[in-house]
């Protein structure tokens, strides 16, 4: 089945080292999301990748980055993990942008911070 | 500027009684709704979504909502409650001719299935 896959499932580090979450998808989707989740919240937005456009929310921390080498894959970089930063972090997919595309996402990548 | 109030942030139901979660929008465009269910440590699945077509939706697993423009509102129900529906459900927004990065989350709520 095509999907949306996160690893690890938790990650565990410690407080100022760096970490790397990662994505893959075999929707063959143009935009990828990144989220995170806090408990008992709403998932919110982090970035988007548009194909190879990066588009960055204005309340992102510069603390976290993204790449997206190729079309099934994408990462989230934590450059110094506070421990604000710990949650349940989630991949999203979509076709396109237009507006009644659903979002698919992954089971996520619950972090925590030592 | 759009939003969606959940009005609900906890609803009991006992298996077999049927469920009725509230979901009241603003968007000043013609919006796309959707109901997401969060399971304990997974990712949001799609239940269902209404684009403009029928305003009677149904979704998986024996849901269904209903696009009621007058009242601003996307109430998802099911006839028959069961023990694996206990979940966290989030209703969404996005105006239909803006991208879907502008998707709006609904604070979400907690259904508790009684056995």
């Known amino acids: 089945d095509a999907m949306v896959i996160q690893n690890p499932r938790y990650q565990v580090t410690q407080f100022g080292k760096p970490v790397t979450l990662s994505c893959s998808q075999t929707?063959?989707?143009?935009?990828m999301y990144w989220y995170q989740q806090k408990s008992s919240q709403a998932p919110k937005l982090l970035f988007h990748?548009?194909?190879?456009?990066?588009?960055n929310e204005a309340d992102t921390p510069d603390n976290f980055q993204s790449r997206r080498p190729n079309t099934s894959f994408c990462f989230l970089d934590i450059r110094s993990p506070g421990l604000g930063d710990a949650a349940m972090y989630l991949c999203?997919?979509?076709?396109?942008?237009?507006?009644?595309?659903?979002?698919?996402f992954g089971d996520g990548t619950r972090l925590s911070i030592l | 500027a759009q939003s969606v109030t959940q009005l609900d942030s906890h609803v009991s139901v006992s298996e077999g009684t049927p469920v009725l979660l509230r979901c009241n929008y603003s968007?000043?465009?013609?919006?796309?709704l959707f109901w997401y269910v969060q399971h304990p440590n997974k990712g949001l699945q799609l239940l269902l979504k209404y684009t403009s077509a029928a305003t009677l939706v149904k979704g998986i697993n024996g849901f269904e909502a209903e696009f009621k423009k007058s009242e601003t509102s996307f109430h998802l129900t099911k006839p028959s409650a069961h023990m694996s529906d206990a979940a966290e459900y989030f209703c969404v927004v996005t105006p239909s001719n803006f991208g879907n990065e502008k998707l709006t989350f609904g604070t979400g709520t907690r259904l508790t299935i009684i056995p």
């Open positions: 999203a997919t979509s076709r396109d942008l237009e507006g009644r595309e659903p979002q698919h």
């Open positions: 968007s000043s465009y013609s919006p796309s």
């Open positions: 929707l063959n989707h143009n935009v």
């Open positions: 990748y548009y194909d190879k456009d990066f588009n």
